[in-house]
């Protein structure tokens, strides 16, 4: 019986040995699921650490870029201006930007009004700082602007409180490539001004090629403003009113006394009496008006000038010829050569 009592223990031993051997696989089993598990849990959160650093890294970079400058020499000293300027703001020359696909945050609200050819270029986003000569700095600090052009040094000490500014004047050059050239150094958009310019130039020679079979070699021309009737502003070669479009872009030749009295002497227009508007009357008359009321009632003088006989005379939107900057003078000038060789007045 004592050996059969030890045989029975000895029994009840060894499965008291087997179970704690299951016992201890099993705790080791789902020790090692758990820790396989914490380790995957890592692994997959550890991509989103990663990619968090890069989206930190790639923020850094285009911050830095954004914050890189660069020096302009100006007629009034050396300016350090944004290598990438994003928000600019111009108090007149709203068509050499618009030229470079740049839409100002802030222009002048008499380049606004009277720039009807810009209006397709610009949006919302342009607000007006006020008219020229009454502009708001306080509306241009409110646009939070990293550029400001200006055509007058005298305002550049009070623009420079507001951002860095640079005075753009259009004197300097002599055409509309070195124009855009200067605008494009500004902006640092130089590849869009030689694209722009190469555009420009097929643009103009189509114009030209339109109106060839059409005006006689010999004729002459003028640019009328007849808003008012005290008197008449016969237009130049250069400045508002149509003259770049005319002359410099069509290359039509110029009434002999408008050559002589403003276009040699560097002058923009002249003011002439009716008494002697037919003296700078030429063959083809661009006759200048507001576009705006009833229509005008011109003095009998006018009746008698031969382009009005002729029925020569073609009349022009005061709001969309006042500009004079490239891109309102190339399409000033595709719309002359649209009139000339269709519809007469």
């Not at 939107?317 to 007469?344: C, H, I, N, R, V």
């Amino acid at each position: 019986m004592f050996k059969r009592n030890i045989k029975r223990s000895g029994s009840w031993l060894l499965m008291l040995c087997m179970l704690l051997f299951l016992a201890a696989c099993s705790s080791e089993g789902a020790n090692s699921t758990s820790t396989n598990e914490v380790k995957e849990e890592q692994t997959s959160e550890q991509p989103a650490e990663q990619k968090t650093a890069e989206q930190k890294t790639d923020d850094q970079q285009t911050e830095k870029e954004a914050n890189k400058t660069r020096i302009i020499s100006t007629v009034t000293g050396d300016v350090e201006v944004p290598t990438h300027p994003e928000r600019v703001i111009v108090d007149w020359d709203l068509g050499h930007v618009l030229a470079l696909g740049v839409e100002p945050v802030g222009a002048s609200k008499t380049i606004l009004e009277y720039g009807r050819f810009l209006e397709p270029y610009v949006t919302d986003q342009t607000q007006d700082i006020g008219g020229d000569g009454q502009v708001s700095v306080e509306k241009m600090l409110a646009l939070n602007p990293d550029l400001i052009i200006t055509w007058d040094p005298k305002m550049v000490e009070q623009y420079s409180k507001v951002a860095p500014t640079v005075v753009y004047d259009t004197a300097k050059y002599d055409n509309i490539h070195e124009e855009i050239t200067a605008m494009g150094e500004i902006l640092n958009r130089q590849k869009e001004a030689e694209e722009w310019l190469s555009s420009f130039d097929k643009r103009v020679e189509a114009a030209k090629e339109k109106i060839k079979g059409v005006i006689p070699e010999d004729a002459t021309f003028s640019i009328i403003d007849v808003a008012t009737t005290k008197s008449t502003i016969v237009v130049g070669e250069s400045g508002e009113r149509g003259g770049d479009a005319l002359y410099q872009i069509l290359g039509v030749t110029p009434q002999p006394r408008v050559k002589s009295d403003i276009i040699d002497k560097g002058e923009i227009r002249l003011d002439v009496s009716w008494e002697k508007v037919g003296d700078y009357a030429g063959d083809y008359v661009f006759m200048v008006r507001n576009g705006e009321g009833s229509e005008l009632e011109l003095p009998s003088v006018w009746n008698s000038l031969d382009a009005v006989k002729n029925k020569r005379v073609y009349e022009l939107d005061m709001k969309k010829y006042f500009t004079s900057d490239p891109l309102s003078a190339l399409l000033q000038a595709e719309e002359m050569a649209a009139l000339l060789t269709g519809g007469q007045k």
